[in-house]
C-alpha cells in the first residue's frame, strides 16, 4: 500500500511522493526529467519484497509536484528527501536515479551519508552543476547504461571513471536508457542486478 508523502523546500514548494514497505532501510527513486514517480513501478515492489522502504517522488514541476522544473534545483530538492527520510526514521539510505536524477543523486550522496548509490543513465553534467560534485561520495556505485545508444552509453562510461570509490559499470545490450531499462528486454537482468548490489551493502 502506497502512503503519500509531502515534502516541504525551503523555498514553500511542495514536492509529493509515495512510500512503499516499513524498516529503517530506505531506498530514495530519483526519476528523470519527463517522467514522474510512476516510472519506477517495475522496481517499487522487488524492493519492497526485499525489506526496504521506498520512497519515490515527483521531482518540482513533474507529476503533482509543486512549481517549474529547475535543474539548478535539483541536487538540493534530493537532499530534501533524504533528509525527511531520515527524519522518518532511516537508519540506512540509498539512491536509485535516472537520467538527470542518476547524476543528481550522486551528487547529493556526497552531501549527505548514503549507504550506495545506483545510477541508470546517469547524464556527465546538469545545468549549474560542477563536474566535480560527483566525485564527492565515496559510497559504492553501479552504473547502468543500455550500449545500444552510443551517446548514453559514452556519458555513463565518463561517470563511471569521474567519481570516487567503488564503481560498477553494466551495459546491456539495448537502447533502452534510464527506467526504461527496468522495462526492456533486459529489464529481469537490470532488476536483479540492482537487487544484487543493495544486498552488498546492508
Known amino acids: ?18 512510500r512503499y514497505g516499513e524498516g529503517s532501510h530506505w531506498v530514495v527513486l530519483v526519476h528523470d526529467t519527463g517522467e514522474d514517480l510512476d516510472a519506477w513501478q517495475p522496481l517499487v515492489r522487488p524492493l519492497v519484497r526485499e525489506g526496504y522502504c521506498v520512497l519515490a517522488f515527483d521531482l518540482r514541476g513533474h507529476g503533482i509536484s509543486d512549481g517549474e522544473w529547475e535543474s539548478e534545483r535539483l541536487v538540493d530538492d534530493v537532499l530534501a528527501v533524504l533528509t525527511l527520510a531520515s527524519a522518518r526514521g532511516a537508519e ?12 543528481a ?7 549527505q551519508e548514503v549507504r550506495a548509490v545506483v545510477a541508470l543513465s546517469p547524464r556527465s553534467g546538469l545545468d549549474g552543476l560542477s563536474p566535480d560534485a ?19 552509453a559514452e556519458q555513463a562510461k565518463w561517470v563511471s571513471r569521474r567519481v570516487i570509490g567503488w564503481c560498477l559499470l553494466e551495459s546491456p545490450p539495448v537502447p533502452e536508457q534510464g527506467t526504461a ?22
Open 134 to 152: 560527483i566525485r564527492r561520495s565515496q559510497a559504492p556505485k553501479l552504473v547502468v547504461a543500455g550500449s545500444s545508444n552510443p551517446g548514453a
Open 92 to 103: 540506512r539510505l540509498y539512491v536509485i536515479g535516472a537520467g538527470a536524477g542518476a547524476t
Open 105 to 111: 543523486g550522486l551528487a547529493a550522496a556526497g552531501a
Open 181 to 202: 531499462l527496468l522495462r526492456s528486454a533486459w529489464g529481469d537482468h537490470v532488476r536483479e542486478h540492482v537487487l544484487a548490489f543493495l544486498r552488498d551493502y546492508p
Open 1 to 18: 500500500m502506497a502512503i503519500p508523502v509531502d515534502v516541504l523546500l525551503p523555498d514553500g514548494l511542495v514536492l509529493r511522493g509515495q
